[in-house]
């Protein structure tokens, strides 16, 4: 199975601050990622599909790119509401694979 | 907007069968793919397998021997059912929507822990 790893595991970041996330697939899973922003006791919450394209409803301050094994998930500038935990997830093969999660949590 | 409900036991003792079911309120079931996502406390997510309203399913190779996903049109729900169960299979229990086999959810369940312990 696709292996995806995240990283960095925590991220501190200042609200109004940019971050940015990685994700590294095992093999090409060409552009068929998405990035999920999952709150304590929610269920995760779509963000964005095929690397780059947001999800209904979510803010232009969310930005994905990347294709291939190398994938960024970029917020421009943090607000309260979104210090989370962030998972990646490959589709482009079965088993559909998980990242272990960046949580960014406020410096 | 469709909404999603877990139901089911939430303690299940070792060895035994948990079965849980989707229940999908605010639209049909037909036409879309519905999958079981899980989550153990304070770990990552897994893939359990999802099935197509007409019957069609497809599991996590490291869970197939043990998982059964069926789909009742007619109540608009679908279930899951994982045997032989551990402590190793506590977990949130996530019911989702996606529009094709292998595409992103955008619908999700809220959840439901199921523990297995005697």
């Given at each position: 199975e696709i292996v995806m790893t995240q990283s960095p595991a925590t991220l501190s970041v200042s609200p109004g601050e940019r971050a940015t996330l990685s994700c590294r697939a095992s093999q090409s899973v060409s552009s068929n990622?998405?990035?999920y922003q999952q709150k304590p006791g929610q269920a995760p919450r779509l963000l964005i599909s095929g690397?780059?394209?947001?999800?209904t409803g979510i803010p232009a301050t969310?930005?994905?790119?990347?294709?291939?094994?190398?994938?960024?998930?970029?917020i421009s500038s943090l607000q309260s509401e979104d210090f989370a935990v962030y998972y990646c997830q490959q589709y482009n093969d079965w088993p559909l694979t998980f990242g272990g999660g960046t949580k960014v949590e406020i410096k | 907007q469709v909404q999603?409900?877990?139901?089911?036991?939430?303690l299940v003792k070792p060895s035994e069968t948990l079965s849980l079911t989707c229940t999908v309120s605010g639209g049909s079931i037909s036409s879309y793919y519905w999958s079981w996502i899980r989550q153990p406390p304070g770990k990552g997510l897994e893939w359990i397998g999802y099935i197509f309203y007409s019957g069609s399913t497809n599991y996590?190779?490291?869970?197939?021997?043990?998982?059964?996903?069926s789909v009742d049109t007619s109540k608009n729900q679908f279930s899951l059912k994982l045997s032989s169960v551990t402590a190793a299979d506590t977990a949130v229990y996530y019911c989702a929507r996606h529009r094709g086999a292998v595409l992103p959810p955008g619908f999700w369940g809220q959840g439901t822990l199921v523990t297995v312990s005697s």
């Open positions: 990622l998405a990035w690397a780059s394209t947001r999800a969310f930005s994905g790119s990347g294709s291939g094994t190398e994938f960024t998930l970029t | 999603l409900q877990e139901s089911g036991p939430r996590n190779p490291s869970l197939k021997s043990r998982v059964t996903i």
